[in-house]
């Protein structure tokens, strides 16, 4: 079982950036489809960034250039890096790894999850 660790999360204000990093051994190697999703309160969980196994990488539209996604085989973690943070942004955010399989929006289809790191961006 693959045990996930996010960090980085805090609070900082409109326009700030946060390096949100996930951990876990094995994570990085022997999972097909990588990504960042977040929860804000009252709402669903949604897709952040993904970074598939040809190393193809996709944002949702929120994103809008602001954030990248990365990742470091060696130390087995992924990374977040979020820039230009508006206060829409607050959310707890998770990392997620689905073992076999095209990287997909949809939150069912992932195997691991971490345990999440809260974003508060203030205005």
């Known amino acids: ?3 996930l660790v996010e960090s980085g999360g805090g609070s900082v204000q409109t326009g700030g950036s946060l390096r949100l990093s996930c951990a876990g051994s094995g994570y990085t190697y022997n999972t097909d489809c990588l990504g960042w999703f977040r929860q804000a309160p009252g709402k669903g969980r949604e897709g952040v960034a993904l970074y598939d196994r040809d190393s193809s990488t996709t944002y949702a539209d929120f994103v809008s250039g602001r954030f990248t996604i990365a990742l470091d085989k ?12 508006k206060p ?8 997620a790894g689905r073992k ?11 195997d691991y999850w971490g345990q999440g790191t809260q974003v508060t961006v203030s205005s």
């Open 1 to 3: 079982q693959v045990q």
């Open 88 to 95: 829409e942004d607050t959310a707890m955010y998770y990392c």
């Open 100 to 110: 076999s399989g095209y990287c997909l929006w949809q939150t069912r289809v992932y």
């Open 74 to 85: 060696a130390k087995d973690t992924l990374y977040l890096q979020m820039n230009m943070l």
